[in-house]
């Protein structure tokens, strides 16, 4: 079984339209994340949840909106796509806040804005 | 506020040859601190970690890594690799700010 789990794995979209990506996790961990990695490879943090509840917000444009109904699942929801959200989205997740716990990735969405 | 540099954008190496992937961090706080490697059109996994103790850490694939805090590193070494560890490398840091900060990634190219 896959532990975290996102779909699609590809997505190619037109500038203007609104998506979302969703994830899931089987590992019964507290906290999940969305990362952006770039096309030179440089990971970032957009979002963190723990327990539902929203705990990092990093500097990301509002189109972008996390949604986690419950503590297995997180979606992000992109509203009027640009072509520099070009990117691959990883979601993570690690067994509660803490600093020293590991987080455990998806395989990563590969959106490309057309 | 804690950073991390990873100074080889690229690492090619031959079969079989050390390699060494470096990595310094800036904190002014206690760290813990990871390394995670990615293949090819997965996500990345954790290949090892330091949170205390022996500052010398290893993976099981023949990897480790050795926490040395007056040099503020934390570099990856591999005494003879292969071409399956051709991938990309990601050192890590996090304190107590619920924030992983990631390197910019090394991609070690291994070469028959």
């Known amino acids: 079984d896959t532990a975290v789990s996102q779909t699609p794995k590809y997505l190619v979209t037109q500038m203007g339209n609104d998506k979302s990506i969703k994830c899931e996790q089987n590992?019964?961990?507290?906290?999940m994340y969305w990362y952006k990695q770039d096309s030179k490879k440089f990971l970032k943090i957009m979002f963190s949840?723990?327990?539902?509840?929203?705990?990092i917000n990093e500097t990301v444009p509002n189109r972008f909106s996390p949604k986690s109904p419950d503590k297995a699942h997180l979606n992000l929801h992109i509203n009027s796509l640009e072509l520099g959200d070009s990117a691959v989205y990883f979601c993570?997740?690690?067994?509660?806040?803490?600093?020293?716990?590991?987080?455990?990735f998806g395989q990563g969405t590969r959106l490309t804005v057309v | 506020a804690q950073s991390v540099t990873q100074l080889d954008s690229q690492v090619p190496v031959f079969e079989e040859a050390p390699v060494e992937l470096r990595c310094n961090y800036s904190s002014s706080v206690s760290v813990y601190l990871f390394w995670y490697v990615q293949y090819p059109n997965q996500g990345l996994q954790l290949l090892l970690k330091y949170l205390s103790g022996s500052t010398l850490v290893e993976s099981i694939n023949g990897f480790e890594a050795e926490f040395n805090k007056s040099q503020t590193s934390f570099h990856l070494r591999k005494p003879s690799v292969h071409i399956s560890d051709t991938a990309e490398y990601f050192c890590?840091?996090?304190?107590?700010?619920?924030?992983?900060?990631f390197g910019a990634g090394t991609r070690l190219f291994v070469k028959a």
């Open positions: 590992l019964g961990h507290d906290t």
């Open positions: 949840y723990n327990n539902k509840e929203l705990i």
């Open positions: 890590a840091v996090s304190t107590g700010g619920f924030k992983t900060i």
């Open positions: 993570a997740s690690s067994q509660d806040r803490r600093p020293n716990t590991e987080a455990f």
